[in-house]
């Protein structure tokens, strides 16, 4: 998946999720390093799902920003309920790394899954979702083209 600089994200149809789990196997390459100055620890998405009327109501993801000092990148729960944006940190991952993410959708919540690793979150789910996919941002666009190496398991 490749996210063009300037832009937020590839140009994507809108996929409907009625699975159980929404499961990927992600690789970070070297292009995920960036420096964007005071907007450094805006929250970039690798994939998740949003529910109807709007993702920025109720929805589950995995969220994700480059660390400059560490040369990583953190992985993130990120999440709206209600309306209401959360954001709890999960892993960090080498660049290069390759990791299984899953999100398994249960009747009162989430579950977030990586690197042996489970995090709950209390969005509910409904019976129909909308697939979200890699997003780069904040309010900022990539800066340069950034690729991650996806798979849908």
């Known amino acids: 998946m490749t996210i063009r600089q300037g832009t937020h994200a590839p ?3 809108p996929s409907i999720v009625t699975e159980y ?3 990927y196997r992600a690789m970070f390459t070297p292009s995920c ?3 964007i100055g ?3 620890s805006d929250v970039n998405k690798l994939f998740g799902v949003g529910y109807a009327p709007h993702h920025h109501r109720n929805s589950v993801r995995f ?7 560490s040369d990583m990148v953190e992985i993130l729960a990120y999440w709206y309920l209600d309306g209401q944006r959360y954001i709890h940190p999960i892993t960090f991952a080498a660049i290069g790394q390759t990791f299984h993410y899953a999100i398994r959708r249960n009747s009162d919540h989430h579950l977030l899954i ?3 690793q489970t995090f ?5 789910q409904r019976r129909v979702g909308v697939l979200l996919q890699p997003y780069f941002g904040g309010n900022k666009t990539a800066p340069h083209d950034i690729h991650i190496n996806m798979t849908r398991l």
Do not use: C, M, N, T
């Open 114 to 116: 990586v690197r042996h």
């Open 11 to 13: 140009f994507r149809l």
């Open 21 to 23: 789990e929404i499961a």
């Open 33 to 35: 390093r960036y420096d």
């Open 63 to 69: 969220g994700w920003r480059y660390e400059k000092q």
């Open 38 to 40: 005071e907007d450094q």
């Open 120 to 124: 709950s979150v209390p969005v509910p």
